[in-house]
């Protein structure tokens, strides 16, 4: 029962790199959302899917990019690494808003 | 003011005591109300939803309050293993800081 998958666990960037982060759900679900999560700042949401085909900007979008590629995968992508960007990412999906979400185990990105 | 506002803490509470946290929201058109616990270094972990008339679920009560715009998580009887970082969510993706909770021998 492996719920929401995210890979890499951890990761070290250096300024101006690019990377993908990868995040599978085998629950059926719609809606798949991707969090940073920053001491004292709590979660912010980066991007949402509602369903696939679809995604939308949350809160702090600058400087991300993602792609709902099918039902079960939705990719977070950096195009261009800064350290603001060092955080700890959490892919999360659920089958609707108003049911609450299951979590990844989330990357821990350093960008130095 | 914040969307979604909590009480950082850290709560350190004896073991047995009960402690209670709150929640306030800004957006008086939120639906839906969640709680969430996260243990250090883990991911969030759904706890409970929180219904208009209120919800239990053995030692831990959820309610809202509309008019004021809050929920509050009750914790009776705390146990070490309660240990944790609580968030509260709305049905608009937004999560608070969340508040520490130490349960102390």
């Known amino acids: 029962n492996a719920g929401v998958t995210q890979t890499p666990k951890f990761q070290v960037l250096k300024t101006g790199q690019s990377m993908t982060l990868q995040c599978a759900q085998d629950?059926?679900?719609?809606?798949m959302y991707w969090y940073r999560q920053d001491p004292g700042m709590g979660l912010r949401l980066i991007y949402y899917?509602?369903?696939?085909?679809?995604?939308d900007k949350g809160e702090v979008p600058n400087g991300y990019n993602v792609s709902r590629l099918n039902k079960r995968e939705f990719s977070l992508r950096l195009e261009s690494a800064a350290p603001s960007q060092t955080s700890v990412y959490f892919c999360?999906?659920?089958?609707?808003?108003?049911?609450?979400?299951?979590f990844g185990s989330g990357t821990r990105l350093t960008v130095v | 003011r914040k969307e979604v506002e909590q009480d950082p803490g850290p709560f350190n509470v004896p073991e047995g005591a009960t402690v209670a946290f709150n929640c306030t929201y800004s957006?008086?058109?939120?639906?839906?109300f969640f709680w969430y616990r996260q243990d250090c270094r883990k991911e969030p972990k759904l706890l409970m939803s929180?219904?208009?008339s209120g919800n239990e679920d053995g030692r831990f009560t959820a309610q809202l309050n509309r008019a004021s715009q809050y929920i509050s998580l009750l914790i009776r009887d705390s146990k070490l293993s309660d240990s944790a970082t609580y968030l509260c969510?709305?049905?608009?993706?937004?999560f608070g800081a969340g508040t520490r909770l130490t349960v102390k021998p």
């Open positions: 999360a999906s659920s089958e609707r808003r108003e049911v609450g979400y299951t």
């Open positions: 629950m059926n679900h719609n809606s």
């Open positions: 957006n008086s058109a939120s639906q839906s």
């Open positions: 929180v219904y208009s």
């Open positions: 899917s509602a369903s696939e085909g679809t995604t």
């Open positions: 969510a709305l049905n608009d993706m937004r």
